[in-house]
């Protein structure tokens, strides 16, 4: 009677799984650990360091105004536009800063690897939602704001199986 | 004159059950998408008591035009675009972009960079996978095979995330290589978890495959002989398990996987059973590539090739297929010296398998709609485009 | 974006204490006053201490709690007591609820997830009361071309006949709601309604896929009656007694699961085929015809089809440990007395509280093992059922009742017989 030995054993293994740890991460009361500072990229080498893809940061000391990521973003999701801002830079002549609809963002990172000037970058942030969308829309001075991430859960596999934490 | 002959038999045949419906014999079901056993994705059939007389698949639901989109934005920018009709194997299609637009354009890829590449295809491959495997459980209805593929496909997803910055959107492959270096302490945590799936994979087995209510729903059912098979020109897992051998990594070796060994997994009953246990003998075979891959990479260089911002080649057309989760996936790209291309033909295996779907369900009965329609490996949003 | 709630004022939080004072007095002369002199004209209240009970004598008892015990002991002997709340309705509905939770729960450690969580401070506690509210504030919509009153009625007497099942099973020696001399009888004759109301509502809702469903639930439930009622027999032959408390008591000694272990698995998989559970959830198949003959079913319908099947749950599980488990025996672990020394009348009976006791863990325990098999197997498919429930089933209950034949015919059990009662 194989099918009985079949049925045995699979009756065996679900049980066994009543033993193990569950899997489940409790989000929000416990969030994920990020390895790194989120994703950026070097335009001397001309390739990306790893890191996770969530809001960006922009750096007002060294966006020019070239307009270079609204550009890389017209052909993908058109999230960037560029709008005036009131500061004076003396590398930014044209006063103008991007903005990013996070509607509309796929967080692709092409704009990060556009950028020539290390000026935008993404970080580990990724709790966006607001209650309007325009709140969605990110002006520069909110993307100037280096966020505050603690996440510090990680997959950990033990000899109970595998869980978060 | 035989053709003609077989096809006004099959018309006449197909006029005749059309009459039967009418008269109220047999019933006209929608397994439409608002159906929670298939997908975005309609077909209807006409059932006989129990047996279905007639199927009729309706694709197009998803239908967005990413062909035509893909005129309109450079090589660099289709990638987030072209990713998006499988999303879970978007590692793979964004490949297979690649090695076209590379062709093209002349560019040579570095070998790390390769090595990356083949990690985080075969990464995806479990990926899709494993998810596939998921809804082939709950749609047979074993909610235990849905819960744990889904939760081991995170071990997966979490390695992708500290690789590529995603977890689902990868948007990795580039022609040229791919966009950023494996992060520190990649290749510990990567071995740790393929070894920790592997026992898991164990329990799959235990539990589903060698369960016997799911060998007597699955053995036997839809056969597809080899002929048959070849004639409908199947692709994928589904030309696997009807007994053809047929690899596209082992075929036609692209990137750096003529110097992999791996044995091609194919089984040779050609019914539902080896169509469902062909992916899974992938994925174990998946887990001794990803290790190789590991070891053989080379430790230190490029990942991509410098380009300048709007990559162009001279006028000319290219094709190159992979091995995506669901069969030979190929592109076929026509360029006109711009940074955009003129056509892009986009080829996937799931509208190629989509044609054995009328084939095998006519003649079979209705409790193994499921079991015949997911075994075709087959994504609605990507046969659709 | 929720509003901000108005400041705090004094003047208003007295005035809202005002209102509720108000109201309760209101409803209590209004309402209250008559309910109780009502009740004190028409329903025989026994007389305490030779007095007859007075409004003002029940007040008094609230002094001394004692004397109203007997009062309590009145109440608890009557027969509405015994239908509505135990063993009757609401025992069997707090228990299905109770299954409903823990099966979520179990299913999921099963799965290495959580289940139901937020609802209710503890690991989603709450989850249930959760479902009811939302279940009955649903608006339930009639299909167009549906035949109304079958639609409307076939619910409900889902419900009742699941209810009618739960009156015929004793808890305890001599707390049953009816007890028939043929409680097997009617067991099988309440059970085999509901493939009728299963094809009556799926019909009721004229559309196709629950039609399928319905044919499904038709074909499945009768092939699985007969292997039912065989099963069932060989423990009438071995108790020598068709009444439900007689087969309980005559397994004090020795449980009859011992001796037809073949009859138990039969009876085990005939229930499971009756209650719909994966494996055998074909009506329902989600990935095949929709939700079966559920589909059209929205709202406080699908509430009372849920509760329904939860409540036969229950029934069987019962069945299953009065016929083999052995009923409510088990080693006397309540004491005599609770107070010592106490010689006024007591509602605590030790007898019949051990044997809620064990009957109460020996279902609990059914229960779980009937919960089993929906993480481990996958559907099966209606010709293989089939196979399994005519050709099968048939043949191990008969194999077993030949078993008990020889068992009581060879002089080992039975009156007469060398380990009898």
Known sequence: MTSAGGFIKAIESGSKHLLIKRFTLRYPEKKLKFVGDGYQFDPKKGVGIAGSRGRHILFHDKCTGCQLCAIACEGIAEAIGMVKVDEQWKHNKKSIMPQIDYGKCVFCGLCVDACPFYALYMTNDYELSSFTKEHLIYTPAQLAIKPKYDGDVELQIGVRGADHG | ?385 | MATAPRDFRFGNFVGSLIQLIFWILIIVTLVGLPLIFIILFYVPLPPVNGEVLTPYLFFSMMVDPTRTIPIIKFLIHTDFFRVAVFPGFTYAALLAAATIFIERKFLAKMQLRIGPLYAGKIEGILQLIADGLKLISKEIIVPSGADKLIFWAAPVAFVVTAAAVIALIPVAPGWVVADLDVGIIAVFAFLGFFPLIALLFSWASNSKYPFIGGLRALHQMIAFEIPFILSALSVVILAGSLNLTDIAIAQHSYWFIFFLPISAFVFFISSLAELERIPFDLPEAESEIVAGWLTETSGMIYGLIQLGTYVKLYALAALFVILFLGGWAGPQIFPAEIIPGYTGEKIYNAITANAIFWFTIKTLGMIMLILLPRGINPRIRIDILLHTGWYKLIVLAFINIFVALSLVYGGILGPGGLLSV
């Open chain 2, 1 to 385: 004159m035989e053709n003609e002959q077989k096809i006004d038999e099959t018309i006449s045949r197909g006029l005749e059950i059309v009459k039967e419906a009418e008269e109220d014999r047999l019933m006209t079901l929608s397994v439409g998408p608002q159906h929670p056993g298939s997908g975005h994705f309609r077909f209807t059939i006409k059932v006989d008591g129990d047996y279905i007389v007639y199927c009729d698949p309706d694709p197009g639901y998803v239908h967005r035009g990413e062909e035509k989109m893909c005129e309109y934005r450079n090589f660099i920018q289709n990638i987030p675009h072209l990713e998006r009709p499988v999303i879970h194997d978007s590692t793979n299609i964004t490949y297979s972009y690649s090695l076209a637009v590379e062709e093209l354009a002349n560019i040579q890829v570095p070998l790390r960079g390769q090595y990356i590449r083949a990690l985080a295809s075969e990464l995806n491959r479990q990926v899709y996978t494993l998810y596939w495997l998921g809804i082939y459980g709950i749609f047979l209805g074993h909610s235990t095979m849905f819960m744990w593929p889904i939760g081991d496909r995170e071990l997966f997803i979490d390695l992708l995330e500290a690789l590529t910055g995603a977890r689902v959107t990868h948007a990795f492959n580039i022609p040229g290589g791919v966009r950023n270096d494996m992060p520190e302490g990649f290749e510990e945590r990567c071995l740790r978890q393929v070894a920790y799936f592997e026992k898991r994979l164990a329990e799959y087995e235990d539990i589903f495959y060698n369960n016997p209510l799911f060998r007597q729903r699955t053995e036997g059912v839809g056969i597809l002989t080899k002929e048959d098979a070849i004639k409908l020109g199947v692709t994928g897992s589904v030309l696997r398990a009807s007994g053809i051998p047929f690899d596209v990594r082992k075929a036609e070796p692209y990137d750096v996987y003529n110097e992999i060994d791996f044995k091609i997994q194919y089984m040779k009953t050609g019914d539902s059973y080896a169509r469902s246990m062909v992916p899974f003998l992938d994925m174990k075979e998946s887990c001794q590539i990803i290790r190789e891959l590991l070891d053989k990479m080379p430790k230190s260089g490029e990942v991509r090739a410098k380009l300048q911002p709007n990559p162009k080649g001279p006028a000319g057309e290219s094709y190159k297929r992979v091995e995506s989760g669901r069969g030979a996936l190929g592109y076929y790209i026509v360029s006109d010296g711009t940074p955009k291309p003129y056509r892009v033909k986009l080829s996937v295996g799931s509208f190629r398998n989509m044609l054995a779907l009328p084939f095998l369900l006519i003649g079979s009965k209705l409790a193994d709609m499921p079991s015949i329609y997911w075994s075709l490996n087959y994504w609605p949003v990507e046969a659709d485009r």
